[in-house]
């Protein structure tokens, strides 16, 4: 499956994004997808992930409470509803494809990655 996330910008603290992750090549219902972010200089971590469905969804503490993982079929899309962000919230943020049963954050569960999309969030 092939990804193409799109979304990101600059925004100012407290502020909101929302950042969608097309897939295209494969049945987009038979991955659980992710939302990973790389800051810089600092190692990848998950954010959020969902069920195959849509009905089971995992978040990092760092985030719950402000994102929101959703996914549409029909659409071949998720996406990762931002608010109240932080400047620590500043990152490179990656979707990625699982071809497996279990919502999971581990990043070794997936299988394909996106190109990334650039959150900025300024103090």
């Known amino acids: 499956v092939q990804l193409q996330a799109s979304g990101g910008g600059l925004v100012q603290t407290g502020g909101s994004l929302r950042l969608s992750c097309a897939a295209s090549g494969s049945t987009f219902s038979r991955y659980v997808m992710g939302w990973f972010r790389q800051a810089p200089g600092k190692e990848r971590e998950a954010a959020a992930a969902?069920?195959?469905?849509?009905?089971?969804?995992d978040y990092a503490e760092s985030v719950k409470g402000r994102f929101t993982i959703s996914r549409d079929n029909a659409k071949n899309t998720v996406y990762l509803q931002m608010n109240n962000l932080k400047p620590e919230d500043t990152a490179v943020y990656y979707c990625?494809?699982?071809?497996?049963?279990?919502?999971?954050?581990?990043?070794?569960?997936?299988?394909?990655w996106g190109q990334g999309t650039l959150v900025t969030v300024s103090s």
């Open positions: 990625a494809a699982g071809y497996g049963t279990s919502v999971t954050t581990r990043a070794a569960r997936y299988d394909s």
């Open positions: 969902i069920s195959r469905s849509g009905g089971s969804t």
